[in-house]
C-alpha cells in the first residue's frame, strides 16, 4: 500500500480575518479540513490515521516544506506541546520549528 501524505499548513481565514489551519491529502481533490489552532490540526491528524503509522504530515510555512512527521511523532509533538501547556493562540508551525520541536 501506497504512504499516504498529508499537507499541513497555515493561512489566514478570508472572512474572520484569524489564522487557520488546512490539512488535506497530497493528491487528492477534495477540500481540506479548516481546523482553528495547530494543536486541534495534530490531535485530527493522529486520530483519523492512527491505524496507518507509515502515513506522513508535511509542514508547510512560507511556501516550502519545513518538516515531515510520520503519526508516531505527530503524536509526540502534539503530547509535547500539550505537556507544556502552550498557547494556543500563540504556538504556530514557525515556532516549532525554529525552536526544534
Not at 56 to 71: A, P, R, S
Request: with cysteine; proline share 4%.
Amino acid at each position: 500500500m501506497a504512504e499516504k501524505k498529508f499537507l499541513l499548513r497555515e493561512t489566514i481565514h478570508p472572512q474572520t480575518k484569524q489564522t487557520v489551519y488546512l490539512i488535506s491529502e497530497v493528491g487528492v481533490q477534495a477540500k481540506p479540513v479548516v481546523l482553528p489552532n495547530l494543536l486541534e490540526s495534530l490531535k485530527q491528524f493522529v486520530m483519523q490515521n492512527a491505524k496507518e503509522p507509515q502515513t506522513m504530515l508535511y509542514f508547510y510555512f512560507q511556501n516550502k516544506v519545513c518538516g515531515i512527521l510520520d503519526v508516531l511523532k505527530s503524536k509526540q509533538l502534539l503530547d509535547k506541546l500539550v505537556a507544556l501547556k502552550v498557547d494556543i493562540k500563540t504556538i504556530n508551525i514557525e515556532f516549532c520549528w525554529k525552536t526544534n520541536f
